[in-house]
């Protein structure tokens, strides 16, 4: 059973770090591209951006270019969504989503989320 | 930056027919965007409709369908049900690795 697990709900206070996971298993996980998504608060989804783990090649939505971190350890099948600062607009759910590998360019598989509270 | 379009809201009858649509800030839609469809209910992981345009994700019923409707993708829901009552999201594939959610439609079954 293919399966996108997340790390767990994160509060944080602005100006600190952060890193989150999404650890893929019951697949290939070198041979999937893995998006992350964020959801603020009562809003819709934004495509932040998609890292492929076979050769860590990543792509960045303007909106998120510079903003965050998109990396991956494929020995542990896992992909990150990282900040070096959060900011209280951080404050949303994330979502780690796997993309079909067979050209036919939609998320077959989504995680549950990351919950990430950034507040003073 | 592209802008992809969608109704902010929605309503339609037990029973009765729907057509959501998405669209671009900039030019048309097409089958080259890979249009795909997402349902989220409030407080849950979205959930894959519609791929590649028309194709139904695994365990989606026939009711919901996907289509190009002039210069625009759209989500038919024929027999809507009350469950359907959600938030819809269409994605597009721009190119080179890079994907733009539309900012979703908010269905009322009533």
């Known amino acids: 059973e293919v399966q996108l697990v997340q790390s767990g709900a994160e509060v944080k206070k602005p100006g600190e770090s952060l890193k989150i996971s999404c650890k893929g298993s019951?697949?290939?996980?070198?041979?999937?591209?893995i998006a992350w998504v964020r959801q603020m608060p009562g809003k819709g989804l934004e495509w932040m951006g998609i890292?492929?783990?076979?050769?860590?090649?990543?792509r960045y939505s303007p909106s998120f270019q510079g903003q965050v971190t998109i990396s991956v350890d494929k020995s542990i099948t896992t992909a990150y969504l990282q900040w070096s600062s959060l900011k209280a607009s951080d404050t949303a759910m994330y979502y780690c989503?796997?993309?079909?590998?067979?050209?036919?360019?939609?998320?077959?598989?989504w995680g549950r989320g990351t919950l990430v509270t950034v507040s003073s | 930056q592209t802008v992809v379009t969608q109704e902010p809201s929605f309503s339609v009858s037990p029973g009765g027919k729907v057509t959501l649509t998405c669209g671009l800030s900039?030019?048309?839609?097409?089958?080259?965007?890979?249009p795909s469809w997402y349902q989220q209910t409030p407080g849950h992981t979205p959930r894959t409709l519609i791929y590649?345009?028309?194709t139904r994700s695994s365990g989606v019923p026939d009711r919901f369908s996907g289509s190009i409707l002039g210069n625009k993708a759209a989500l038919t829901i024929t027999g809507a049900q009350a469950e359907d009552e959600c938030d819809y999201y269409c994605a597009l594939y721009m190119g080179s690795g890079i994907w733009v959610f539309g900012g979703g439609t908010k269905l009322t079954v009533l």
């Open positions: 590649s345009t028309n």
């Open positions: 019951g697949y290939s996980f070198s041979t999937y591209w």
């Open positions: 900039s030019g048309s839609v097409s089958t080259s965007y890979y």
């Open positions: 989503a796997r993309q079909d590998p067979y050209g036919l360019y939609y998320f077959d598989n």
């Open positions: 890292i492929y783990p076979g050769d860590s090649d990543t």
